[in-house]
Nanobody, 114 residues
Framework: QVQLVESGGGLVQPGGSLRLSCAASGRIFSIATMGWYRQAPGKQRELVAA???????NYADSVKGRFTISRDNAKNTVYLQMNSLKPEDTAVYYC????????WGQGTQVTVSS
């Protein structure tokens, strides 16, 4: 069984930065594709960024150039560095692990507001 625990969310002013972390239990992290998703009130959950076991990344157009996804296999952790945050980035951010089976974290709230 895999558990994912996100941290790092909070309240930040527009233009600010946050770094989200997602720590995974178990032994499959290094072979998994990891992703960050977000869901704003009244909207569907959407992909923000993903990183494969080999380090290839992809990003939603709305965050390209502002967000960076990375992973540390020694720590079983994936990160999302978020810079130049905008009010429209406000959402609950979820971590996803995918290797045959999909696991989700519980989510962490990010609020961008002055």
């Amino acid at each position: 069984q895999v558990q994912l625990v996100e941290s790092g969310g909070g309240l930040v002013q527009p233009g600010g930065s946050l770094r989200l972390s997602c720590a995974a239990s178990g032994r499959i992290f290094s072979i998994a594709t990891m992703g960050w998703y977000r869901q704003a009130p009244g909207k569907q959950r959407e992909l923000v960024a993903a990183i494969t076991s080999g380090g290839s990344t992809n990003y939603a157009d709305s965050v390209k150039g502002r967000f960076t996804i990375s992973r540390d296999n020694a720590k079983n952790t994936v990160y999302l560095q978020m810079n130049s945050l905008k009010p429209e980035d406000t959402a609950v951010y979820y971590c996803k692990l995918h290797v045959l089976i999909v696991y989700w974290g519980q989510g962490t709230q990010v609020t961008v507001s002055s």
